[in-house]
């Protein structure tokens, strides 16, 4: 059975988009974008908005998505809005970042999420 997970792209209005430090897990210490596995029963929308409101104690509401899949997972990546203030998870997110697409190097990016950014970046050029 594959796998699923979510993903957000929170950007600001200077194109600078959100990174979260993993606190634990596989690919501690790195940067990546938030999100996480979805539940049984939950749809992709739903997963995303609680696993934003999990990590980051942000509303999220889930605007665009491009789907991304590989072997064992797929992972759909949205792009939306958010209101209220980061009050981090400290079991999940030990830090954030806003970074534009030409500060990827300064940070250690997780999983594929620097080739999902600069995809990103560029198609935002457009």
Same mark, same amino acid.
């Given at each position: 059975?594959?796998?699923?997970? &979510? ?5 600001? /209005? ?10 634990? @897990?596989?690919?501690?210490?790195? +940067? ?7 539940? &049984? ?12 409101? =999990?990590?980051? @104690? ?6 665009? $998505?491009?789907?991304?899949?590989? /072997?064992?997972?797929?992972? #759909?990546?949205? #792009? ?9 998870? #400290?079991?999940? &997110? $030990?830090?954030? &970042? +806003?970074?534009? @697409?030409?500060?990827?190097? #300064?940070? /250690? ?8 950014? =600069?995809?990103?970046? +560029?198609?935002?050029?457009?």
């Amino acid at each position: 059975m594959l796998k699923e997970a &979510v993903r957000a792209i929170i950007a600001t /209005d200077q194109n600078e988009v959100l990174l979260v430090k993993r606190a634990d @897990g596989i690919e501690k210490d790195k +940067y990546c974008l938030p999100g996480g596995k979805v539940d &049984v029963g939950e749809t992709n929308e739903q997963a995303v908005t609680r696993e934003i409101k =999990e990590e980051l @104690g942000l509303d999220f509401d889930p605007k665009d $998505s491009f789907m991304i899949s590989n /072997d064992s997972w797929k992972t #759909t990546y949205f #792009t939306g809005n958010t209101s209220g203030q980061i009050k981090i998870d #400290t079991n999940e &997110v $030990s830090g954030v &970042v +806003y970074l534009s @697409g030409k500060k990827l190097d #300064t940070v /250690d990016i997780a999983f594929d999420h620097k080739s999902i950014l =600069e995809d990103y970046f +560029y198609l935002s050029m457009l």
